[in-house]
């Protein structure tokens, strides 16, 4: 078969993209999103980065959310689909953008979302960007395979891998990470999200869900990938996603706000 000739637009177009970065989850909930939304966040503190974050979970795509930015549309550029800002220097594309009320839902068969995902990564007008978050579905479906096959000759800098420290979870990602080897996408290392609860009174931690067989970080010392860092549970970081605010911003002095500065500063 020939090659789509989607791949060598895409691949001009992602010439003025500097860093792409993909945002996996073996499973759904365990803060995937919310990663995401907060790495863009903190790389675009950086008033000299430009940032862009692309939501392809095309059929749960809860970034506008997130970003604040329900309710808004995508307009038709001169040269493709006009991002909407968050910042000035903090870009966001989603598939949200495009359904009329916030409850639809996107009922589509893998072409369809396949052709979704080509018009995103090729007609989007970004500009130059110094950084492209790229949230993925959850697992490993039709949709990361077309994101990598299009990106193939993109220059992809790599995945990072979001679990929390449950079991169950885990073993979802050892399965993202034998699809991110099979597909020969490096991984840029591993987030554990809602490790632990800091009690705001007594400052003890509780183990909300027990890593019984070591957690992240014993699945990242067996498979010799980088641990980027854990971060804890916080009901301040949902209130924050909620109102659509950075929790970043909205609550800096906390443990959860200083590991996720950690994380961003060692990607
Ligand atoms: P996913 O993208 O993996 O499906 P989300 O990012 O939508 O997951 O997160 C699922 C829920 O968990 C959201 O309500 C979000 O606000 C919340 N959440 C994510 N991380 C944390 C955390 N560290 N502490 C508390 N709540 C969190």
């Known amino acids: 078969r020939a090659p789509d000739p989607a791949i060598e637009e895409i691949k001009e177009k992602m010439a003025t993209v500097k860093h792409k970065i993909l945002v996996l989850s073996g499973k759904g909930g365990v803060g995937k999103s919310t990663f995401s939304a907060h790495l863009a966040h903190g790389l675009a503190s950086d008033v000299s980065a430009e940032v862009a974050l692309l939501d392809v979970d095309i059929c749960g795509p809860s970034i506008p959310r997130i970003m604040g930015l329900e309710g808004e549309q995508v307009h038709q550029s001169g040269s493709g689909w006009s991002p909407v800002y968050v910042e000035d220097n903090l870009a966001v594309m989603s598939i949200g953008f495009l359904l009329s009320s916030p409850d639809d839902a996107v009922i589509w068969r893998g072409p369809k979302k396949n052709g979704m995902i080509k018009q995103f990564l090729r007609d989007v007008d970004w500009g130059e960007l110094d950084y492209l978050i790229v949230d993925t579905p959850p697992g490993t ?12 000759s993109a220059q992809i800098d790599g995945a990072v891998i979001i679990t929390t420290p449950q079991e169950v979870s885990l073993q979802d990602v050892r399965k993202e990470i034998r699809f991110c080897q099979k597909v020969k996408l490096p991984i840029i290392g591993v987030v554990e999200n809602m490790s632990g609860f ?70």
């Open 198 to 267: 800091i009690c705001p009174k007594c400052k003890n931690t509780s183990q909300i869900f027990p890593p019984t067989t070591g957690g992240a970080q014993k699945m990242c010392a067996d498979l010799n990938l980088p641990l980027l860092g854990s971060i804890p549970l916080d009901p301040r970081i949902g209130r924050s996603c909620d109102e659509g605010r950075s929790f970043l911003q909205h609550v800096p002095d906390s443990p959860a706000a200083s590991a996720y500065e950690q994380i961003i500063q060692s990607i």
């Open 141 to 152: 479906s039709d949709e990361h395979l077309s994101i990598v096959q299009y990106l193939s």
